[in-house]
């Protein structure tokens, strides 16, 4: 890691920075670089930075700025080319690096440093006007959407979308790149407090003192000619856990087409029909990555002209069926070990595996109203409603499926409160299907354009793992854990190391929720009191069990039994336990 100023990193690889110093994405691009992928050269404004932005009411001082420039300046050494410059046009984009993954949180802006004069340098150095014509229409729309909150459709027209954006925010978008990077850096380290980035926090329990770093990256064009594309891979499977490549390729794209689901990607399969060179090589760097980090991986890659960069890699978001499989197949093949896998796969996606599935019989007579892309696993029932806070204003009650064209990091608040998710546009790795796999909802996207509008209302039932959606409810059947592959395996080692049981017909079980200590969303029980209501006692019960909290306190008291309440799980009861003990 070279240093060119004390406020920003050079990503090169020399060497290799923490996640919680310059975050995930800045991370991964350092250690890409360290085992020589092809990655476009990159700094870092760390997140440090973004305390401090804050910390002066937003906005960058003047040593920050300065350091910034200093980035530019490598970056042009490295690539040749000059920022501003239309006879060698440098572009760039700008993105957010938070140390805990929160994909689709916060903003991007991509094809920063086009104006006029550079859209005419880049089709004179591409000898594709098309193609420079489509970057400048491209920037003109992010920016004016992410940096100046325009509400403007996209167009191929730069001139009528940045007029577009006048019309509509009464600001132009700049024609001074230095003031364009200046308004991106500042609007990505804004969308740290967006309300869609503290909403996901708030769910995941991520704490609100973080900061994202910005990476500032040289542009990769995926949208140059016929040799040209962006996509999505996943070193194994996020439905299933199958030890099998998976993703998709959206030939003439950049990264937004893809993951904003707007556009429908091929399979990463059809790359090897019609790349094969650059198929083999993204294999290669992706069974690379997985081995190095140990776990699977979620790669974001583009070509340019016949070449392959990766961009980013990241452990990839998972359904919970995918969790349990990867984190036991990773122990067999000797890539991890039994404690690791305990730590990869949490309680709630074992609960989320051994939930209720369809009951084959009554499928038979049940009416499809679509097919899709399964995009998580499971099933649920509920009503349709298609409004951004899943139908809460309806004065409708209960389960609620929310149901749209496609979903924006907007939508969040909504994905939360449903119990499923469909979508009409989109493929795999569009923000619906990423997010519902890491909620655990159940999800169908892709099921096409208009198919939703007549369900608003009506009770339907999603299959997140065959794709239907169906109309009505329909009964479901109990999991059992040998149906789940690898669960097996994972409550085994689970047992080995879990300080306590779980089991039944225990006398003298001291019923925790009968004391008042019972667990309730957003009014936790003291760790002290907690503590002394599980003193003394050989076996207890009770809902603050399924806590980190409870199982730590089972724990510390010598308890050596816990009995699952109805309704409880008691293999959910014995991974909590089993994680607690590791701790200690």
Known sequence: MTQVSERILILDGASLPGREQVGNKAASIAQMRALGLPVPPAFVLPIDECRRYHAAGGEL??????????????LERETGRSFGDPASP???????AAAISMPGMMDTVLNLGMTDALERGLAAL???????RDTHARFCHEFGHIVLGADVDPGDDPAAVCAAVLKD???????????QLRAAIHAVFGSWSSRRAVAYRRHWGIPEDGGTAVVVQAMAFGNLGGRSGTGVVFTRNPLTGAPEVYGEWLAGGQGEDVVSGTHDPRPVAELAEQLPELHAELMEAAQLLESERGDMQDIEFTIEAGRLYLLQTRTAKRSPLAAVRIAADLVREGVTGPEAALRQVSPEQVQAVLAPTLAPDTLAGAEVLARGTPACPGVSSGRAAPDARAGSGSGEGGPVVLVRPTTSPEDVDAMVEAVAVVTERGGATSHAAVVTR????????????????????SEVTVDGSGGVVYAGRLPTRQTDADDVPGLAELLGWARERSPVTVGEGVDEVRDLDGLGLRLEPDHPVD???????VHGARAVRGTVLNSPEGARAAIVAGVKTVVPLPGQRPEVLLLRLAQAGLED
Do not use: K, M, N, Y
Request: glycine share 20%.
């Open 527 to 533: 760790a002290a009191t907690l503590e002394a209501g």
């Open 90 to 96: 440098l572009l760039v984009s700008v993105r957010s």
């Open 169 to 179: 925010t009464g600001q132009a978008v700049p024609g001074d790149p230095w003031e």
């Open 438 to 457: 890491a909620l655990g909802r159940p999800s169908v996207v892709g099921v096409g354009d208009g198919v939703t509008g007549g369900w608003v209302g």
């Open 126 to 132: 591409s000898g594709d006007p098309g193609f420079a």
């Open 61 to 74: 001082d003047a040593e920050a700025w300065a350091a910034v420039r200093a980035g530019i300046e490598h």
